[in-house]
T-cell receptor, first 112, second 112 residues
Framework: DAGVTQSPTHLIKTRGQQVTLRCSPKSGHDTVSWYQQALGQGPQFIFQYYEEEERQRGNFPDRFSGHQFPNYSSELNVNALLLGDSALYLC???????????FGPGTRLTVL | SQKIEQNSEALNIQEGKTATLTCNYTNYSPAYLQWYRQDPGRGPVFLLLIRENEKEKRKERLKVTFDTTLKQSLFHITASQPADSATYLCALDISRGDKIIFGKGTRLHILP
């Protein structure tokens, strides 16, 4: 049983560009959450998707958007990249209303 | 606003001793609190969850306590081993299951 997978592993972009990160949840999980983790900080909640809709959102600007597909996989899109968007982006999945979530290995985004 | 603090950035413990990590929070009454382990460049791994009506939870060499009056959780690793060296994150439920916030983490070094 595969766990949560994310792609790509690493990504380098320049300021102003757009990026799309991908996540496949653990088998049987229908809820996907995205987090941003800056160096030396804890993960910060971006948003959560369930039934292809954004269910909860953290304190992130509209430049951060997402999508969930019928197979429960998800994408995180970031527009107009800033240097401060450089971070590890983590995807976590769970069954809906479950207390525990399982994290993927993350995508390391570097904005130059 | 909700605040969660892990009041040691780094902790050095001699192998075989008990490591104790602290998590304090303000301005909320969470339904539960979680502890995760994170290794460098990897996603967090769920360790333990303790609910608001539980005082203590154990799993093998791990023990978590939860004092809702003090708004504090303690995380203990007994008979610590060098393989326990990692960053440990405390996470707090702030919306009755829909959203959690993380502390910055404590880097634990077990010295051989």
């Amino acid at each position: 049983d595969a766990g949560v997978t994310q792609s790509p592993t690493h990504l380098i972009k320049t300021r102003g560009q757009q990026v799309t990160l991908r996540c496949s949840p653990k088998s049987g999980h229908d809820t996907v959450s995205w987090y941003q983790q800056a160096l030396g900080q804890g993960p910060q909640f971006i948003f959560q998707y369930y039934e292809e809709e954004e269910r909860q959102r953290g304190n992130f600007p509209d430049r951060f958007s997402g999508h969930q597909f019928p197979n429960y996989s998800s994408e995180l899109n970031v527009n107009a990249l800033l240097l401060g968007d450089s971070a590890l982006y983590l995807c976590a999945s769970s069954p809906i209303l479950a207390d525990t979530q399982y994290f993927g290995p993350g995508t390391r985004l570097t904005v130059l | 606003s909700q605040k969660i603090e892990q009041n040691s950035e780094a902790l050095n413990i001699q192998e075989g001793k008990t490591a104790t990590l602290t998590c304090n929070y303000t301005n909320y009454s969470p339904a539960y609190l979680q502890w995760y382990r994170q290794d460098p460049g990897r996603g967090p791994v769920f360790l333990l969850l303790i609910r608001e009506n539980e005082k203590e939870k154990r799993k093998e060499r791990l023990k978590v306590t939860f004092d809702t009056t003090l708004k504090q959780s303690l995380f203990h690793i007994t008979a610590s081993q060098p393989a326990d060296s990692a960053t440990y994150l405390c996470a707090l439920d702030i919306s009755r299951g829909d959203k959690i916030i993380f502390g910055k983490g404590t880097r634990l070094h077990i010295l051989p």
